[in-house]
């Protein structure tokens, strides 16, 4: 079976580079056509010269008025909304919660959890529109599920995001229209680089990390949106593809240099704890 989106309509907020564009670049290879809200100029020009058919909107999601005029947009030109991918969101100001100013405390959950909010609202009557097989995906983080110190505004928001998916299922799913998440670990993007976060003494220790052997890559988390959006997934809906590696199995579990399994820090550099 292949993925089949032929004359479908997708809204993919922040498509313009990392898995939002990976999604984008999926979903058109997959017969879609898409609109993506971007608020980078550089990454819309960018995703527009990849994909010259997609509606490409000049959009900051953290703004009401912004997604009103992102709703209307959509409206206009195509008076539905099949798919819409939630993947906007960034974890700014990694610090202690208490050293935290209120305003930052805001931001975190305007671009973590509000603007999700505020764009899911925009976009259910168009999705009503569309109808039974209508699907909302939800880009979170495997730190919904586990505690991350200095981002805990941000988990709380990813937190808040699992809860939200579940109970919107329920209302939603009388119509047919499904609504699920996909968690990802740390994936290489330009938001996240891999290349910059580990110090090259340690990258030889990558593959002991996750049970797997690597950090997620933009296309691993897509191919998980194209089958929670697609007829394969069509009794599913409330839940969340841990798309990890098996980080979140492993609870902290990692392997020494001999493969053997320990709870035990092995090594510690400057990026992240071995």
Not at 76 to 97: E, K, S, T
Not at 180 to 187: F, I, Q, R, W
Request: charged share 20%.
């Amino acid at each position: 079976m292949t993925f089949d989106f032929n004359d479908k309509i997708i809204l993919i907020t922040g498509g313009g580079a990392g898995i939002g564009r990976a999604c984008a670049e999926a979903f058109a290879k997959a017969g879609g056509q898409i609109v993506i809200a971007e608020n980078n100029e550089d990454h819309r020009a960018q995703i527009q010269e990849a994909l010259p058919k997609a509606t490409v909107i000049d959009c900051d999601v953290t703004k009401p008025a912004d997604v009103e005029k992102l709703a209307k947009a959509i409206e206009d030109q195509y008076g539905r909304l099949d798919v819409l991918i939630n993947n906007v969101g960034h974890y700014v100001h990694a610090q202690p919660f208490d050293t935290l100013t209120l305003d930052q405390i805001d931001e975190i959950i305007n671009v973590n959890l509000r603007q999700l909010l505020n764009v899911t609202h925009a976009a259910i009557p168009l999705l009503k529109t569309a109808g039974r097989g209508a699907s909302i995906v939800n880009i979170t983080s495997i730190e919904a599920y586990r505690a991350i110190p200095t981002c805990t505004t941000y988990a709380a928001c990813k937190a808040a995001i699992t809860g939200f998916t579940k109970s919107l299922a329920l209302e939603l799913g009388p119509l047919g229209i499904r609504v699920n998440d996909v968690a990802p670990e740390t994936t290489d993007t330009p938001q996240c680089p891999i290349e910059y976060m580990i110090p090259d003494e340690n990258k030889k220790h990558i593959k002991h990390w996750i049970p797997l052997g690597r950090f997620g890559k933009p296309d691993d988390c897509a191919n998980a949106a194209l089958y929670l959006a697609s007829p394969m997934a069509e009794w599913v809906t409330g839940t969340a593809i841990n798309v990890d590696g098996g980080a979140l199995a492993a609870a902290g579990w990692t392997r020494d240099e001999n493969g053997t399994w320990t709870i035990m820090p092995i090594a510690q550099g400057n990026g992240m704890n071995l």
